[in-house]
């Protein structure tokens, strides 16, 4: 059993920036992949940006350059650091984490999201 915290949503002014932040705490084994989601209303759940223990990184294409992932795998955390926010970024952000124990079993954990929400 993993639980992921999240912290850092809110209101903000399209343009302006937010940083999101993500611990992960609980019974880890080896968490090989944290990352984001968001969802809209009406909308699925979509990959924002992931990042794996060995550095990788992957970035959905409407991101276009304007967030930055980045992990502390001694700590288990994960930031998601958004620039140059719009209306269309206005979304339920999730923590995301996928955990691998010793007999090669995966476990997929999700935060409580936090609302993010830009307009002026």
């Known amino acids: 059993q993993v639980q992921l915290v999240e912290s850092g949503g809110g209101l903000v002014q399209p343009g302006g920036s937010l940083r999101l932040s993500c611990a992960a705490s609980?019974?880890?084994?080896?968490?090989?992949?944290m990352g984001w989601y968001r969802q809209a209303p009406g909308k699925q759940r979509e990959l924002v940006a992931s990042?794996?223990?060995?550095?990788?990184?992957e970035y959905a294409d409407f991101v276009k350059g304007r967030f930055t992932i980045s992990r502390d795998n001694v700590k288990n955390t994960v930031t998601l650091q958004m620039n140059s926010l719009s209306p269309e970024d206005t979304a339920v952000y999730y923590c995301?984490?996928?955990?691998?124990?010793?007999?090669?079993?995966?476990?997929?954990?999700w935060g409580q999201g936090t609302q993010v929400t830009v307009a002026s």
């Open positions: 609980g019974n880890i084994f080896n968490i090989y992949i």
């Open positions: 995301n984490a996928e955990d691998l124990n010793d007999e090669g079993d995966e476990f997929e954990y």
């Open positions: 990042r794996t223990l060995g550095g990788s990184t």
